[in-house]
């Protein structure tokens, strides 16, 4: 199952690539196009560094660090992957993220952005938001749904019963 996720990351990388492809033919020299008046507009930002643009013009740290959390991330999924589908599908996510993005830092050194929300001003891409939803789902599963989280629950029901 966990060769069926790893399929799916790398669809998502693949579907990334090719919005941002139709992005960098169409989108550079039109500057900025309202796709929903007043909710989103697609506007071409080469981003340089990580979220919001933060720590510019380190390029190949970000090429090692996102290649070592995909990885870590891949292990995962073989590992663990089949226990829980939420677990799953927040690794796939992360992952086809991950990949579309680390594909942008070697082929151009920076990242194609180009959404950019009403409400959310910074510009992002649709392998951000798959990461950004990755790792919420993430950090519900570590903390309602994993092995960490019963123990602790099984801890606090230890000392709400006045046993040690």
Avoid at 54 to 78: A, G, K, N, Q, Y
Wanted: net charge negative.
């Amino acid at each position: 199952m966990a060769i069926v996720y790893l399929l799916l990351a790398l669809v998502i990388a693949g579907v990334d690539q090719l919005i941002k492809y139709f992005v960098l033919e169409n989108l550079v020299d039109a500057g900025r196009v309202s796709a929903i008046p007043h909710i989103l507009d697609l506007i071409y930002v080469e981003n340089r560094g990580v979220a919001f643009g933060m720590f510019s013009d380190l390029r190949w740290l970000f090429v090692i660090i996102t290649s070592i959390v995909i990885i870590t991330f891949i292990i995962l999924l073989f590992k663990d992957g089949c226990k829980s589908k939420l677990f799953s599908i927040a690794c796939v996510l992360i992952v086809g993220g991950g990949i579309g993005n680390l594909i942008d830092r070697i082929a151009y050194g920076f990242v194609v952005d180009y959404l950019q929300l009403s409400f959310f001003s910074p510009v992002c891409n649709f392998a951000d938001y798959c990461i950004t939803v990755g790792t919420v789902l993430l950090v519900i599963y570590l903390l309602f749904y994993s092995d960490f989280a019963k123990e602790d629950k099984k801890n606090i029901e230890i000392t709400d019963n006045g046993q040690i």
